[in-house]
């Protein structure tokens, strides 16, 4: 059985479920942002690269 927190607020609400939450929105937008550099990188360099 798990307790809810004063005020019968989800866990999600609380600091700390923010926090995680903007922890993972943070760490999701840096890996999108790393695909698309790679994307990005692997495009320019093969339309630089003569056949």
Do not use: C, K
Not at 14 to 25: Q, W
Request: charged letters at 10%; a positive charge; proline letters at 6%.
């Amino acid at each position: 059985m798990t307790r809810r927190p004063a005020g019968g607020r989800p866990a999600t609400f609380t600091a700390v479920g923010l926090a995680v939450r903007g922890a993972a929105a943070g760490t999701l937008v840096s890996a999108m942002s790393s695909a698309d550099l790679a994307v990005t990188l692997f495009l320019v360099l093969q339309a630089a690269t003569p056949l």
